[in-house]
């Protein structure tokens, strides 16, 4: 028992390490926006917050249609892309928040490309 319990603390320092180092990055450029990316089992979720701190858009891939999780976020990151787009936004910068960028994470950023936002 302590051997998984070990191995879970391990993850979540990793996990930790690895978000204290993107978000340290990030913010050391200034950028005017940024997109931080959030996940759970089901779902993916975004904010667009400006350099203030504000939350200027917020998107949740629960109403995407999609065979798997990884096609729902590449068809809400289009879609994302299209309301980002009406609210004049164009380049920004692209916080995976500690997640690994595979699957759905990138999936999501393939979808926000396609969609004509720059990172």
């Given amino acids: 028992m302590a ?3 070990n191995k879970l603390l391990e993850k979540q320092r990793k ?3 690895r978000k204290t180092r993107v978000n ?3 913010k ?3 950028p005017d926006f940024r997109l931080v ?3 759970s089992l089901l779902y993916i979720s975004a904010d667009v917050i400006d350099a203030a701190g504000n939350t200027v858009a917020h998107f949740s891939d629960k109403g995407q249609s999609g ?3 990884t ?3 590449m068809n809400g990151g289009k879609s994302f892309a299209e309301t980002l787009k009406g609210k004049k936004i164009t380049k920004l910068t692209f916080d995976r928040n500690g997640y690994l960028y595979h699957g759905r994470i ?3 950023a393939d979808g926000l490309r396609d969609g004509g936002i720059q990172f």
Avoid: G
């Fill in 3 to 5: 051997y998984l319990k």
């Fill in 15 to 17: 996990y930790l390490r």
């Fill in 24 to 26: 340290t990055q990030i």
């Fill in 28 to 30: 050391l450029s200034h």
């Fill in 37 to 39: 990316v959030s996940k």
């Fill in 67 to 69: 065979t798997t999780k």
């Fill in 71 to 73: 096609d729902r976020a």
């Fill in 106 to 108: 990138k999936a999501f």
